[in-house]
C-alpha cells in the first residue's frame, strides 16, 4: 500500500506542507499558507503548515489530523483508504475533492495503491 496516498486520493507525496517540512523549509511553508489562507477563507500561519502525511505517523497538519471528516470516516469504518468503502463513487464528502482534484479518484484505484 503507498502509504503517501492520502485516505481521500490526494498525493501526500507532492504535497507543499510535506515538502516544506522534510526540507525545513521556511519559505515553502509561507507561500504554501498564504494559498491555503486565501482558498479556505481560514487563518492558516506558516507555523501550521507541517505534515508528512495524513496516513504517517508523523506530525500531520491541523486539518488532516484533527478536522478532515474523510479521515474520521475511514478510521472510524477500520478503512484503509476510501477505496476500501462501497460509497466512494456516491460519497458526499469525496464529491468536492474528486471535482478539485480528478487523479484523487484516480490514485484509489488498486493498482496505484500496491506497492
Known sequence: MKNLIACCGLDCEICDARR???NNDD???EKTAKQWA???GAPIKPEHVNCMGCRT???KYLFCSDLC????CVSEKSYVTCADCPEIDTCSKLGQIF???PEARCNLKPEQLAI
Open 20 to 22: 516544506a517540512t522534510i
Open 27 to 29: 519559505a515553502l511553508r
Open 38 to 40: 486565501k482558498a479556505n
Open 57 to 59: 505517523d508523523d506530525v
Open 69 to 72: 471528516q474523510v479521515r474520521k
Open 99 to 101: 471535482k478539485n482534484a
